[in-house]
């Protein structure tokens, strides 16, 4: 399936948006996978995503997934990426070098050359369906969306562009990765040089809304219609929790411990604020299961509303929603865990996105969502047909 920009198609539109996160990409790995298969089932054919969703949108590590399945490969091969390279991956630096990054960019643009082709670009037709990638451009101050839809604004300046320098653009975390400088041709063709730096450093570490914006706003080019039966956005998050500082130990950060509290907290605000908005303007699927009260729970604790918390927004008599929409995430507590039975795993341990030795855990955890939260026979209707 070629990516498609028609507005005259009369099945329902389905949209597919993945967070950032670091190894805990592996959180919604494993929902793809169950995704995928629960798909095949359903439809009595064997296909990739790339072939289910006609827009898939990622930031950060959400990026990596996004351009592999719509490239084409099976969510197993894109859960065994990290399995396989994330402990390489996020191998340290020495000192001094430390002082400004933690980990090396080599290893990590190796394996997205050899996963993704190196020759691979943006406006590649290996490219089986459009996708929509965040990444911040801090030489303008600036956020870019990469996508492939022939129709956008900047697609003319952005074609030639290697996928694999894009990606890693979107996954430069502060502190975690150096940027990643791209030469972008001007409207005149002549290169001009940009630093960027992960998406999730934006408003868009989940890329939920601007992804449904990117398909629906008519100046982005898609133009898709809205309404719950006609389009689908699905969600898909790599699990969140509070960060807390111990009382009296505030005053003993340093400047690179500010710079990763803000980072993580910059990404779980921004997910928090993303999947608010989605839920006021798009219905849940109908017979969806009920949310376990540890997500309420862990809400309040915090005084804010969690990912998986936000049944009391409900729309006023007479109102429409502009999409049907489903978010399927986890709170890293205690008390969720407990409730998987993941209770020998330390919700302070799998809460960092650069935990190599927490790998296996991540697995686990996303293989856990995945067995409560992926229910597709609720969403057949825009599969059938």
């Not at 507005?7 to 670091?22: E, N």
């Not at 791209?182 to 730096?197: A, H």
Request: charged share 20%; with cysteine; proline share 7%.
């Amino acid at each position: 399936m070629a990516p498609s920009t028609s507005t005259s198609s009369t099945r329902p539109m389905r949209l597919l948006s993945i967070d950032g996160g670091g190894l805990k990409g592996l959180i919604p790995a494993e929902a793809l996978i169950a995704i995928e298969a629960q798909l095949d089932a359903l439809t009595g054919r064997d296909l990739p995503l790339s072939d289910r969703f006609d827009l898939i949108g990622g930031t950060s590590t959400g990026a990596i997934l996004a351009v592999g399945l719509a490239l084409g490969l099976k969510a197993a091969e894109l859960r065994d990426f990290y399995l396989k390279f994330g402990k390489q991956i996020f191998t340290k630096v020495f000192l001094p070098e430390r002082l400004w990054h933690s980990y090396p960019s080599g290893p990590l643009e190796q394996h997205l050359k050899d996963v993704f082709g190196e020759d691979t670009t943006l406006g590649s037709p290996k490219l089986r369906t459009s996708i929509l990638i965040v990444s911040k451009n801090v030489t303008q101050g600036t956020t870019w969306f990469f996508t492939n839809n022939p129709k956008g604004k900047y697609f003319p300046n952005n074609r030639e562009l290697p996928l694999w320098q894009i990606v890693r653009a979107s996954s430069a975390a502060p502190t975690y990765f150096p940027p990643r400088t791209i030469l972008v041709p001007d409207d005149s063709g002549q290169p001009q040089e940009y630093e960027f730096i992960d998406g999730g450093v934006s408003s868009y570490n989940n890329p939920s809304l601007q992804v449904f914006l990117e398909a629906t706003n008519p100046s982005y080019q898609f133009g898709w219609p809205i309404g719950t039966d006609r389009l689908l956005l699905l969600s898909l998050g790599t699990g969140f929790s509070t960060m807390t500082v111990p009382a009296g130990k505030a005053g003993c950060y340093n400047l690179l411990d500010w710079a990763r509290y803000a980072v993580t907290e910059l990404m779980d605000d921004a997910n928090l604020q993303q999947n608010v908005l989605m839920h006021l303007i798009g219905q849940t699927p109908v017979g969806r299961a009920p949310i376990p009260m540890a997500e309420a729970n862990a809400a309040r604790a915090s005084g804010a509303p969690s990912d998986d918390a936000l049944d009391f927004i409900k729309p006023t008599p007479g109102s429409e929603k502009a999409l049907t929409y489903q978010r399927i995430t986890i709170s890293l507590t205690r008390e969720r865990l407990d409730g998987l039975n993941l209770g020998d795993i330390d919700p302070a341990r799998v809460s960092a996105m650069d935990a190599v030795d927490q790998i296996p855990n991540f697995q686990r955890i996303g293989q856990a969502v995945a067995k409560e939260q992926v229910r597709m026979e609720l969403l057949q209707q825009f599969f059938l047909g």
